[in-house]
Structures are given as structure tokens and as C-alpha cells.
């Protein structure tokens, strides 16, 4: 596809506080009169949002990682056709929070599903459409999960400590894998002060 627009997405572990980030980013790029999409995955569209509500419900716990793995990319799947190619063909800005970097870091890196099989679904999942820059908030599991537990914990959030070392770690491998792309923003600090790393490190594109 030949896109117009400019595809962000913004990755970390569960409370390295990504989201408050993608607010800030949103307000910056509205304020250069760019029109901005603000999505989250999973969910965003109505189907989608369906498939979230099963993927987070600490009820389902007896889910296989194939079963967790496909429902991750059915939801992007949706959200790409519905909201993502559109907003992309009009020239807008998407703001993705997470997207097939978070399906490498938990259901490869954390869960233990192979490399090549999360490749192949996440290359269902993507109908093609990959971001032009990926933030990676670094935040070691131990401070993310403190500002994670304030809101509730779902169920990918209560697999604990070890879980989200190894996703740290997959998000590690990534940014060594593809540095242009993806960018490691220390997270450690106030809001302003991490908004200020992640302006910084969208200097040459936005
Ligand atoms: P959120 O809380 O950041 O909205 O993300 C929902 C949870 O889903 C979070 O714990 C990360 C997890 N997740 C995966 O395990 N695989 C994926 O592909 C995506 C997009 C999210």
C-alpha cells in the first residue's frame, strides 16, 4: 500500500506508561494541524473491542498461547482494514498504542511461542501495513508493575515479575534487531521529562 500518512506505534511493558505518552503526542501532532488517529491494540473498532474484552479477562485463564496468539491477530487484523488503511490513505498520522512488536515481546519473548510462527500470524495480522517508527518505553518490570497495579490487573498483567522481564528482554531484541525503526525511550523519570526523550526521538520524522 502507498500510504500519505505517518504510522507510530508505541510499545512497552505493562505500566511504563506508554499510553499518558501517546496523549502527549497526540496533543503535540494536533497542534502542528495534523489530523491524528489515536488507536489502541487490541481493540479500537467494535469487533475488535470484543476480542479485547476476552483477552484480558483474568476468567480466561485456561487459554492456549495458539488460541491467545490468533485472537491478538484477529483483533489487529480488523482495526487495520477498518481504521489504520483508511486513516493512513487520507494522510493522517496514526498513533498506535502497541501493535505486532507487543505480539513478538509477550507471546514469543514472554510466552515462549517460536519466532517464526508469531512472524507468520503477526504477517496475517498486519495486512501489510507495518509502522514507520516504533517507541519502546524501557522501564524495568519492577517500577512498571507498581504503576500498573494502581488501575486493576488483567490477565496479562498477573502473570507477574518474570513475565515481564522476559518481555523487556523480547523488546530489548527488537530494538537490536531493527535500530532505524525501532527506538528505546527511557521511561524512567517525570512525564514531561520522558515526553521530552520521545519528542526528541521523533525529531527527524515528524
Ligand atoms: P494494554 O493494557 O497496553 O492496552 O495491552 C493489553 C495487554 O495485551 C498487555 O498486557 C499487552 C498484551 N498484548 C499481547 O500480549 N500481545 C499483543 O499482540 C498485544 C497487542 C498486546
Redesign the pocket.
Known amino acids: 500500500m502507498a500510504s500519505k500518512g505517518l504510522f507510530i506505534t508505541l510499545e512497552g511493558v505493562?505500566g511504563c506508561g506508554k499510553?499518558t505518552q501517546a496523549d502527549l503526542l497526540v496533543d503535540a501532532l494536533k497542534a502542528k494541524s495534523r489530523e491524528v488517529v489515536r488507536l489502541?491494540?487490541?481493540g479500537s473498532t467494535r469487533l475488535s473491542e470484543k476480542i479485547r474484552l476476552m483477552?484480558?479477562d483474568p476468567a480466561n485463564k485456561d487459554m492456549c498461547d495458539e488460541c491467545e496468539l490468533l485472537l491478538?491477530e484477529a483483533a489487529?487484523a480488523q482495526m487495520v482494514r477498518e481504521a489504520i488503511q483508511p486513516a493512513l490513505e487520507r494522510g493522517a498520522v496514526v498513533v498506535c498504542?502497541?501493535?505486532t512488536d507487543?505480539?513478538f515481546a509477550?507471546?514469543a519473548g514472554a510466552r515462549g511461542l517460536s519466532s517464526e510462527l508469531v512472524q507468520a500470524a503477526n504477517g496475517i495480522g498486519d495486512c501489510g501495513v507495518t509502522p514507520d517508527v516504533t517507541l519502546v518505553f524501557d522501564l524495568s518490570p519492577e517500577e512498571a508493575l507498581c504503576r500498573a497495579t494502581s488501575e486493576g490487573t488483567?490477565r496479562?498483567?498477573g502473570e507477574g515479575m518474570a513475565f515481564q522481564r522476559r518481555v523487556r528482554e523480547g523488546y530489548q531484541q527488537l530494538a537490536q534487531k531493527e535500530p532505524d525503526r525501532v527506538r528505546v525511550i527511557d521511561a524512567v523519570g517525570s512525564i514531561e521529562v520522558v515526553r521530552t526523550r520521545m519528542m526528541s526521538a521523533l525529531s527527524d520524522v515528524l
Open positions: 505493562d499510553s489502541r491494540d487490541p483477552l484480558l491478538y489487529r498504542d502497541r501493535y507487543s505480539t509477550y507471546q488483567d496479562l498483567e
